[in-house]
């Protein structure tokens, strides 16, 4: 019998359906084989509602896992501190663009493709979305390694937003495998991947700073 700790890399991905291996890195695709994670916060709410209605900026963004959903918060809060009225929702709870002067569209990357929420999203308020200043930002395991093949690869997931708008800025980030968010079954698989540098290993790769310095970037753009 084969010693399950040698597992080779490729036999794991056999193992775990092929596309479930590199969909799990951003916590997309588990609902695809019944594999739903649990004990997920996905973020939601406003900030500076208080402020006049001409700064209104909307957060928008597409999460399995919630890791996509923090970043869109870190986003959140440097354009609040900036002095806009900011809403963080996720893209199936926005009804309508009607009241914000910008938009900042995020999604986790799944198989190199933005999540089909985002895209949906993009095209429903295409029309909009062409009257207004948008951003587009992107968090995926490819990512961390900053590299302009990963940079290349990441935008080129985001076709499917750019088809519908051309964003004032874009965004590129590495992100999070949190084993914790992970059903039992999917644990146990990934638990024979022993090599050291598998991209499938445990870490958090999101660099706040390079987060918060692009939120900066984009107050700039959209508020002058």
């Known amino acids: 019998m084969a010693n399950p700790k040698k597992i080779s890399r490729r036999r794991f991905l056999t193992l775990a359906g092929g596309a479930v291996g ?16 649990t004990g997920i916060d996905f973020v939601e709410n406003n900030c500076g509602e208080e402020r006049a209605m001409d700064q209104k900026i909307l957060v928008a963004y597409a999460s399995k896992c919630g890791s996509t959903g ?6 959140a809060e440097v354009l609040c501190a900036a002095g806009a009225s900011v809403d963080t929702r996720r893209v199936g709870e926005v009804k309508d663009l009607k009241g914000y002067q ?18 949906q999203f993009a095209r429903r308020f295409g029309k909009q979305l062409g009257q207004l200043p948008t951003a587009y930002f992107t968090v995926g395991i490819g990512m961390r390694t ?15 937003l750019l088809s519908v708008r051309q964003p004032v800025s874009m965004g590129m980030f590495a992100g999070k495998v949190d084993y914790s968010k992970l059903e039992p079954l999917m644990k146990m698989m990934l ?15 999101r ?11 984009l107050a700039l753009k959209f508020m002058g």
Do not use: H, Y
Not at 147 to 156: C, F, Q, V
């Open 70 to 75: 923090e970043v869109a918060q870190a986003v």
């Open 207 to 217: 660099d706040w700073d390079a987060i918060r310095a692009w939120a900066q970037e």
């Open 146 to 160: 900053d590299t302009p093949e990963n940079r290349k690869a990441s935008e080129t997931a985001l076709q499917p």
């Open 102 to 119: 910008a938009v900042v569209l995020g999604s986790a990357l799944r198989m190199q493709k933005v999540l089909p929420e985002a895209g």
């Open 191 to 205: 638990s024979f991947d022993k090599d050291p540098n598998s991209e499938m290993r445990e870490g958090d790769w």
């Open 22 to 37: 590199a969909s799990v890195l951003c916590c997309g695709g588990l609902a695809a084989v019944g594999l739903t994670p």
